[in-house]
Nanobody, 115 residues
């Protein structure tokens, strides 16, 4: 059984920064493709960033240049550094992986960007 737990969300002013972390139990995240997604109220869940086992990274156009996804294999975590935050970044952020065809999601962490 794989469990993913996100942390690090909160309230931040526009232009501020937050760092999200996704911790796993039951599996080694370094072995799997990982993604960060977000879902704003009334909108569909959207992909934010992905990182492969080999370290290849992709970002959605809306966060490119502002967000950075990374792995900390020693801590078995995947992080999302978010800089220059905008009100439109407000959403619940989820980490995700797929292991042997099964999707795993965390419970999400709320990020609110507001003055």
């Amino acid at each position: 059984q794989v469990q993913l737990v996100e942390s690090g969300g909160g309230l931040v002013q526009p232009g501020g920064s937050l760092r999200l972390s996704c911790a796993a139990s039951g599996s080694l995240l370094r072995l799997y493709f990982m993604g960060w997604y977000r879902q704003a109220p009334g909108k569909q869940r959207e992909l934010v960033a992905t990182i492969t086992t080999g370290g290849s990274i992709n970002y959605s156009d809306s966060v490119k240049g502002r967000f950075t996804i990374s792995r900390d294999n020693a801590k078995n975590t995947v992080g999302l550094q978010m800089n220059s935050l905008k009100p439109e970044d407000t959403a619940v952020y989820y980490c995700n992986t797929a292991i042997r065809g099964t999707q795993y999601w965390g419970q999400g962490t709320q990020v609110t960007v507001s003055s």
